[in-house]
């Protein structure tokens, strides 16, 4: 089973940058998809941005311009370039990883971005 460590989360300003970054550890294969998605108090768990084992991105839209997502060539961590932060950013994030036969989460890091 993949497992799957977050680190980097923390307290800044509006307008700030945070880096976040997630280490997998076990077999990582080079068909999988992962990412990041945020939980906010009394809101769904929702999509940041992903990255396949083809280097292929998706963004939410919220973040679209203001967040980068990467991988390394190893496939074995990803990272994610918060810029622009905003108060409405502020959430628990989480790493995924996933394929058709594994789906595993990370334990989240939080991010709060005060006004």
């Known amino acids: 089973q993949v497992q799957l460590v977050e680190s980097g989360g923390g307290v800044v300003q509006a307008g700030g940058s945070l880096k976040l970054a997630c280490s997998a550890s076990g077999r990582i294969s080079s068909l999988s998809t992962m990412g990041w998605y945020r939980q906010a108090p009394g809101r769904e768990r929702e999509l940041v941005a992903t990255?396949?084992?083809?280097?292929?991105?998706t963004y939410a839209d919220s973040v679209k311009g203001r967040f980068t997502i990467s991988r390394t060539t190893n496939r074995s961590a990803i990272f994610l370039q918060m810029d622009s932060l905003k108060p409405e950013d502020t959430a628990v994030y989480y790493c995924?990883?996933?394929?058709?036969?594994?789906?595993?989460w990370g334990q989240g890091t939080q991010v709060t971005v005060s006004s």
């Open positions: 995924n990883y996933r394929r058709l036969t594994d789906d595993a």
């Open positions: 990255v396949t084992g083809h280097r292929q991105k």
